[in-house]
């Protein structure tokens, strides 16, 4: 992804507070590996329920919050990812909700949704099989779960915000 800086997270935050703001942590920008991900998702370090995702719509940022669930998925069960769509084991996924935008925020309102629990979708999409006659091209897998993986984040964003995808 084109990187994004301080500047352009805080104005991107479509669902967030003015004190949601003030409150929230950023992640270490100046080490982030811009080329091998797709957004820039981070749990914030300050409070641990929260998280972050900020990427690109066309040439403006676009990021939200989003709260994981006190309780953790059972250990010994596998759960799905539903942006990388990555089978691991449920305690690595947790049940986040997302506050709507706008007014419907404002009542309560929320969008939930199974994400990897570290926000760290971009780095486990690019652990594929080596290359192999069943996978003669680990770079296409890649390509193509993250063309996948970006739609599906624009379409959740697209729910926060209430608009129909
Ligand atoms: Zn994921």
Not at 11 to 26: G, H, V
Request: net charge negative; charged share 20%.
């Amino acid at each position: 992804m084109r990187p994004v800086t301080a500047l352009d997270i805080r104005p991107s935050m479509i669902n967030m507070t003015e004190s949601d703001l003030d409150a929230m942590t950023l992640p270490g920008l100046h080490e982030t590996l811009w080329d091998d991900r797709e957004f820039l998702g981070w749990r914030d370090a300050n409070h641990n329920t929260k998280g972050y995702l900020v990427f690109w719509v066309g040439d403006s940022p676009r990021g939200f919050m989003v709260r994981s669930a006190e309780s953790q998925m059972p250990a010994g069960k596998s759960a799905i990812c539903v942006l990388c769509h990555t089978a691991q084991p449920a305690p690595q996924v947790s049940l986040f909700v997302a506050p709507k935008a706008g007014e419907e925020g404002k009542r309560g309102n929320t969008v939930g949704t199974y994400l990897c629990a570290d926000l760290a979708c971009s780095t486990l999409i690019r652990i594929t099989p080596p290359e192999s006659d069943a996978h003669p091209d680990p770079d296409r897998i890649v390509r193509h779960k993250a063309v996948g993986m970006s739609q599906r984040l624009e379409n959740f964003s697209n729910r926060v915000l209430s608009v129909d995808a």
